[in-house]
């Protein structure tokens, strides 16, 4: 592989503002004013291609690119033959109501280390790519060069990507509107996407630097506590305090597990693993004692059970009688589960457990992930 851009190579990041910028605000953040575009949730990724070598890297630069073979092909079949491209893998299906959206979890799935699974997943749960920045192009790199520069080449570049409907490569749209980016993040959400991005138009693109701006939803819910976890580096000298297990009510009385809140400093995991000590109770006279015999990863993503992801990790759970409510920010539900770990807030004294149900919870619009990429 010889390319005017070369991996290693860390992706351009951006830091979380709270609003999208209207258009005095624009103007300070870059006097030529910000491109907006969808915020995908998926795996980031730059793709290096120099004709029939395709290389897949991860936001951290590890190689992506044996886990998604049918994108391999897909790369080779409908990009330039030389390009370095940054961009989102991602999996969509059909959900229930017929609408296709995102699913971050099944993405998980496909980083698995068998060969054969790799393959069997590849045609069961094909992944896609959505482009959204240009870094090089045949012999000629442009990190240096503006992001209204380095998109109007990437259009032109992918053009041809509008008329292939069965393509798995796509580009992302964009906007210099405000009023656009905003009903791009209230409706875009119901087919699973994760917020809106802003990049300013005159800026140069700069590998591992926040330039970029990132609008992302932000919800709290107030959540009964089941359990926790300890700190990979508790001891019994120094016990602490690693997750704490979040759950709530379905309308059939049970309590389903939802996610954890893990983010503590290290004071505070050891003032919340005394503070938590009189809640410990027996598994068995636990709302999730039944779940003890699953020792396995399952549909259901019990605590405590093992997943690709958590292999040779100490998921052991000590189960704490569900008294306690906390409130929690969060930033989008995934079925029945947070897509994300919970910031934790408070706690809520004045919160009975039994009321901390689903209905709380706010249902985003349906949309369909095809009309996000129509009209790009």
Not at 134 to 139: E, G, Q
Not at 192 to 205: N, R, T
Not at 317 to 341: F, I, Q, S
């Amino acid at each position: 592989m010889d390319l005017p851009v070369m991996p290693p190579l860390q992706p351009m990041l951006a830091k979380a503002v709270s609003g999208v910028p209207d258009p005095a605000q624009m103007l300070r953040y870059d006097a030529e004013g910000l491109s907006f575009e969808p915020k995908w949730d998926g795996f980031r990724c730059i793709v290096f291609r120099d004709g029939d070598e395709v290389e897949l890297a991860s936001r951290n630069t590890k190689p992506l690119t044996r886990y998604f073979p049918e994108l391999v092909a897909a790369i080779k079949a409908e990009l330039p033959q030389r390009c370095v491209l940054d961009g989102e893998i991602f999996v969509a299906q059909d959900s229930a109501d017929g609408v296709r959206r995102l699913q971050f979890e099944v993405l998980q799935e496909r980083i698995h280390p068998a060969a054969s699974r790799v393959r069997l997943l590849a045609e069961e749960t094909p992944a896609e790519l959505v482009a959204f920045d240009l870094l090089a192009l045949d012999d000629v790199s442009y990190l240096d060069r503006p992001f209204a520069e380095r998109r109007a080449a990437l259009e032109q570049a992918l053009a041809h990507l509008a008329d292939d409907e069965g393509g798995r490569c796509h580009l992302t749209r964009t906007s210099t509107d405000p009023a656009v980016a905003q009903e791009w993040f209230e409706i875009f959400e119901g087919a699973g996407l994760d917020g809106v991005v802003a990049k300013p138009l005159s800026a140069p693109y700069s590998p591992n630097a926040r330039t970029m701006l990132k609008i992302k939803h932000e919800r709290t819910a107030d959540v009964v506590l089941a359990g926790y976890r300890e700190h990979k580096t508790s001891t019994p000298e120094n016990p602490l305090l690693g997750s704490l297990l979040l759950g709530l009510y379905d309308d059939a009385g049970e309590l389903q597990h939802i996610g954890v809140s893990a983010s503590f400093t290290a004071k505070r995991r050891a003032e919340l693993w005394q503070e938590l000590q009189p809640l410990v109770c027996p598994i068995a006279e636990h709302p999730w004692g039944r779940w003890q015999e699953l020792l396995v990863a399952n549909p259901s993503r019990v605590p405590g059970t093992q997943s690709r992801w958590s292999q040779g990790k100490d998921l052991t759970l000590t189960p704490l009688r569900p008294e306690r409510v906390l409130e929690v920010k969060y930033d989008a539900m995934e079925g029945t589960r947070l897509r994300h770990t919970a910031h934790f807030k408070r706690w809520r004294p004045d919160r009975e457990p039994a009321s901390c149900g689903y209905d709380q919870l706010e249902v985003p619009v349906r949309y369909d992930l095809a009309d996000v990429l129509a009209d790009v």
